[in-house]
Nanobody
Framework: VQLQAYGGGLVQAGGSLRLSCAAS????????MGWFRQAPGKERELVSC????????YYADSVKGRFTISRDNAKNTVHLQMNSLKPEDTGVHYC??????????????????WGQGTLVTVSS
């Protein structure tokens, strides 16, 4: 499956961004989806993931209450609505797909396909 992430940009602290990821090539609903973030000099970390049928979601503690993940299997898209952004949210954000973990996974090693990343920069 091919993934195309977009929607990043520069925003002031407290602002909002909506990331989107468009999938093509295979049956989208066969994959759980995740959003990862990688800040400069740091490891890639899971921000949020959503199960194949959108019944289960997971959020890192750092983003709970501020971010919302959603997916539309009819349109082969997954979104990450990011509100109340903080400077520590800065980083390249990647969408990823896994067929091995039906509810998604915190480990980037469980994901089979990756988008190219979109940069989010939050200024203080």
């Amino acid at each position: 499956v091919q993934l195309q992430a977009y929607g990043g940009g520069l925003v002031q602290a407290g602002g909002s961004l909506r990331l989107s990821c468009a999938a093509s090539g295979r049956t989208f609903s066969n994959y759980a989806m995740g959003w990862f973030r990688q800040a400069p000099g740091k490891e890639r970390e899971l921000v949020s993931c959503i199960s194949r049928g959108a019944t289960t979601t997971y959020y890192a503690d750092s983003v709970k209450g501020r971010f919302t993940i959603s997916r539309d299997n009819a349109k082969n898209t997954v979104h990450l609505q990011m509100n109340s952004l903080k400077p520590e949210d800065t980083g390249v954000h990647y969408c990823a797909a896994t067929a091995r973990a039906p509810y998604g996974s915190r480990s980037f090693r469980e994901y089979d396909y990756w988008g190219q990343g979109t940069l989010v920069t939050v200024s203080s």
